[in-house]
């Protein structure tokens, strides 16, 4: 049988997880948890292990979970419940980690390398399991039937993944409500544009609409597929040429030789 881990930033209790479980459940798939036991969002990849006092050990505590054959809560971010349960706790080997569904879009390169949901798939692809993120790109979205579509998508894929490996071993997906369709995108660059007001010793943050931080709307790209109403399935490929730039990489050797 098919073994799949499932985990999210958003916390243990959060919706968007216990309906992903039960549609990689319903997928066929042996279905572990690993979840961060508060909310984690925009803590990206982090591995920390001596942080917050913790002095090298994790606290957690076995949970129950509908669908899922045995759950985990962690006092660790999403990519150290990924790498504890790979590394530690798991009977069997997955073959697929999912992560989300996340509240909230993950959108363009700076959301990709903020987020916590996308950090636990980057972690799982790391350490040679296929990762897929999967994110309602919405806020305020309370019907469990918006997170149900974005899971049975992710849960879909999952079955596909197999077929896109070596090729692809991470998959960001981002689903708006009531999608009119499915689409294939890469990412957007879409660098925040935040704005600041200095006041009494304080930075404050001003928020922005969804409208004003996804800007970047190149056509092909996550933003632009969400923006104009389609679920966005964006394939990547990490391993270690991926941050060697082609012929930069032979113009430098030239240079320092």
């Keep these: 049988m098919k073994v799949a881990l499932a985990v999210n930033?958003?916390?243990?209790?959060?919706?968007?997880?216990?309906?992903?479980v039960e549609e990689l459940s319903l997928a066929g798939y042996r279905v572990y948890v690993c979840?961060?036991?508060?909310?984690?969002?925009?803590?990206?990849?982090?591995?920390?292990?001596?942080?917050?006092?913790?002095?090298?050990?994790?606290a957690y505590r076995e949970a129950v979970l509908r669908d899922a054959v045995k759950s985990w809560v962690l006092n660790a971010t999403p990519a150290e419940s990924v790498l504890v349960c790979l590394k530690a706790l798991l009977p069997e080997p997955p073959?697929?980690?999912?992560?989300?569904?996340?509240?909230?879009?993950n959108l363009g390169l700076e959301d990709f390398l903020t987020s916590g949901t996308v950090g636990a798939a980057l972690e799982a692809a790391l350490h040679?399991?296929?990762?897929i993120a999967v994110s309602l790109a919405a806020h305020n979205v309370s019907e469990e039937l918006h997170y149900r579509v974005a899971a049975r998508i992710a849960s879909t894929l999952?079955?596909?993944?197999?077929k896109l490996v070596p090729d692809v071993n991470l998959v960001n997906i981002n689903v708006p409500p009531n999608p009119k369709g499915v689409m294939v995108t890469k990412l957007a660059l879409n660098p925040y544009k935040p704005r600041f007001k200095i006041t009494g010793g304080f930075i404050e943050v001003i928020d922005d609409d969804l409208e004003e931080r996804y800007w970047d709307r190149e056509p092909g790209t996550d933003v632009w597929a969400v923006m104009r109403g389609?679920?966005?399935?964006?394939?990547l490929n990490l391993n270690a040429s991926t941050f060697v730039a082609g012929e930069a990489f032979i113009k430098l050797s030239e240079i320092i030789s």
């Design 128 to 131: 040679g399991v296929p990762g």
């Design 230 to 235: 389609y679920a966005s399935i964006t394939p």
């Design 9 to 20: 930033d958003d916390g243990f209790e959060s919706v968007g997880l216990r309906i992903l």
């Design 95 to 105: 073959s697929v980690v999912v992560s989300g569904v996340n509240i909230g879009p």
């Design 158 to 162: 999952a079955v596909e993944m197999p």
């Design 35 to 58: 979840a961060p036991s508060t909310q984690m969002s925009g803590i990206s990849k982090t591995v920390s292990f001596k942080r917050l006092g913790r002095d090298g050990r994790v």
